[in-house]
């Protein structure tokens, strides 16, 4: 198309980059603020309060304050795997699920833990007492396993 | 982040070394969209931290006297939301009521009642033969009909009904200030001895807020004489003197308190038909009865039988004190107004009714199982209640039948004492159970002994009848 001059196509370039770098801007503000007045940062860290940050997990938190645990393991000892890979894999989905679910409020009242995390507590239960539990754990009829935290339910949070 | 500007010198400027406006037009609509996202993300959590900040915000001044529902309802909305849907009407597999049209008359202008309980099981007619429960009595409705459901009731066609039915019927805490010169205790005596007519007049509302909350605190109180003076009575006989309810009740006691106030066993007691919880020996139906000995009290002669019998009236705290929920410190509202949560909020659920329609709020907070399995837990309860209820009632038709039938045979009241006394006590144990609200839920190994007790005191009842030299056995 020789009629249009190449000069307005080079204006009209400029100005839709100047609009996208805006709009990326704008994005990038908005989230920057967002994470920070969301107290984002906290999440990566190891605090328990931060668990409590968006009110779900209020009494959960509650009864972890007054349970048998808070001065031995903190939620993510319970709650994450053990390495640095597995924790932050499961923070991320978590922190994800969980975000979605408090914004539309499509979850189950009261909330439930998955089967995924049940597994991983389970887990961490084992690795700690692992002396104890090596004792008492196996195979219970057809192929049945014991689950601590189905007696221990009040070890985390107090009930 | 965006096309480069300035491209090497030794290539040409032109629009083939900027994005192409179709992809930078893309780019530019994808990073509104996701501004747009995260701000209203962001409005979210800023909704939810003014939530978690403030509770409530106080737009009109309550005071002592402000009874109407709907202003407390503007500085408690979350509350008052729940407490409107009370009209709700749901049936339970055993309770509950499901909504029947009915044509409109000038004596009665409700259009939707709740199924007769009588129909369901002609038997209740012969327990309460002579007494206005056998004219009419239906599933009880939710808290929002209390007024009108007794207003309309056919029993105040056959009897006189006194004021005191209204002290659980209605919003009293005013009218009773009002009436008593600003002594409760004295509205309370006041409006007991009128005509429920009457009484009617000096009565604006179904139960309201005022009555379970203090308006500058909201915290909970007992403002109905009828308990503060039966649980005075109640603690005295375990040793504890000089009980004030509003006093000496822990929080969580106050939770099932406020409930204990209307959902009890009750009597009128003399001419003046004054309210009293027979509550001076225990709160077990053995020594519920005990006191009704004591001081004579029939709540009717039987129609059929000439025994002067009792009504058991939804003795529902007393049933729950029995059981292991109360046992383990579980209240009233832990289950029948369970925590709701609305955003960032924490209320109580106002929308008092049946847990069994409310099972994950209700029952999952303690008990980790499916809500399937918890609701067939309870029905399992209720339906083995309900079987033992069923074989009860017939063996009291029974002996009814025999001492209808020996009296007209001619047996005279001497010789039809015990088969009498033996009804009185057979029918008041099981009108314990039916009656109250909950299909042997509240105290499943209570209810199961009380029917039990009261199948075998009918049968003994029978024997008696057949064999005068016999000598009943009853547990006290």
């Known amino acids: 198309m020789p009629a249009i001059p190449r000069g307005t196509g080079a204006v009209s370039g400029t100005v839709l980059s100047l609009l996208a770098a805006g709009a990326i801007g704008a994005a990038a503000g908005t989230g920057g603020f967002t994470f920070v007045y969301a107290r984002g940062a906290s999440y990566l860290g190891h605090d328990a309060a931060a668990c409590a940050n968006c009110h779900i997990m209020q009494e959960q938190y509650a009864g972890w304050l007054k349970g048998s645990h808070r001065s031995a393991a903190v939620c993510n000892d319970c709650h994450t795997p053990a390495g640095f890979l597995g924790k932050y894999a499961v923070k991320g989905l978590n922190g994800f699920r969980h975000s979605f679910a408090f914004t539309t409020g499509w979850f189950h009242e009261p909330i439930q833990i998955t089967a995924f995390n049940r597994g991983i507590t389970e887990r961490r239960c084992r690795e700690c007492h692992a002396d104890i539990v090596d004792q008492v754990a196996g195979p219970h009829g057809r192929g049945e396993t014991v689950s601590c935290i189905r007696c221990h339910a009040s070890a985390g949070h107090l009930q | ?476």
Request: overall charge neutral; proline content about 5%; glycine content about 6%.
């Open chain 2, 1 to 476: 982040m965006t096309g480069d500007p300035t491209p090497p010198a030794t290539e040409p400027a032109g629009p083939a070394r900027i994005a192409s406006p179709r992809i930078l037009a893309v780019v530019a609509v994808a990073a509104a969209g996701v501004t747009l996202a995260v701000a209203a993300l962001l409005v979210n959590i800023f909704e939810r931290k003014q939530e978690a900040r403030s509770t409530f915000v106080r737009v009109v001044a309550l005071d002592d006297t402000t009874q109407d529902p709907a202003r407390w309802g503007e500085d408690f909305p979350q509350e008052y939301d729940g407490y409107r849907r009370t009209v709700d009407m749901v049936r339970t597999r055993f309770g509950g009521s499901e909504a029947l049209p009915r044509v409109p008359t000038a004596a009665d202008p409700r259009d939707t009642v709740s199924p007769s309980r009588l129909d369901a099981d002609p038997r209740l007619r012969t327990m309460w033969a002579g007494y206005a429960f056998a004219r009419d009595f239906r599933e009880e409705r939710g808290h929002a009909y209390m007024l009108e459901d007794q207003l309309y009731t056919e029993r105040q066609a056959v009897a006189q009904q006194p004021g005191s039915c209204l002290q659980c019927h209605a919003s009293v805490y005013v009218p009773y200030l009002r009436a008593g010169g600003g002594d409760l205790v004295r509205g309370f005596r006041l409006l007991n001895a009128m005509h429920y007519q009457d009484a009617r007049r000096l009565v604006q509302y179904p139960v309201s807020c005022i009555d379970c909350h203090e308006p500058s605190t909201m915290q909970l109180r007992v403002t109905r004489p009828g308990f503060i003076l039966g649980i005075r009575a109640f603690k005295a006989s375990q040793g504890i003197r000089d009980y004030d309810v509003n006093r000496d009740a822990t929080r969580q006691e106050m939770r099932s308190f406020v409930c204990g106030q209307c959902h009890v066993e009750y009597y009128f007691q003399g001419p003046e038909k004054q309210l009293v919880y027979p509550w001076f020996n225990g709160l077990r139906v053995e020594q519920i009865l005990a006191y009704y000995d004591s001081v004579g009290q029939n709540d009717w002669v039987h129609a059929l039988t000439g025994a002067g019998v009792l009504k058991a009236q939804h003795p529902e705290f007393e049933m729950w004190n029995q059981g292991i929920h109360a046992r383990s410190g579980v209240a009233c509202a832990d289950c029948h107004m369970p925590y709701l949560r609305v955003g960032a909020m924490k209320v109580s659920d106002h929308h008092v009714r049946s847990p069994l329609l409310n099972v994950n709020r209700s029952c999952q907070t303690c008990h980790r199982f499916s809500e399937e399995e918890l609701l067939a837990r309870a029905e399992a309860i209720q339906e083995r209640v309900f079987r033992l209820r069923n074989q009860a009632m017939d063996a009291l038709v029974g002996l009814i039948g025999d001492i209808e039938s020996a009296r007209h045979s001619g047996r005279g009241d001497a010789d039809l004492a015990t088969p009498r006394s033996l009804q009185r006590r057979a029918q008041f144990y099981l009108d314990f159970v039916e009656a109250e609200n909950s299909t042997g839920f509240h105290a499943p190994q209570e209810a199961q002994r009380i029917l039990a007790e009261a199948v075998n005191y009918a049968r003994q009842g029978q024997i008696a009848l057949r064999d005068r030299s016999f000598r009943p056995s009853v547990a006290r």
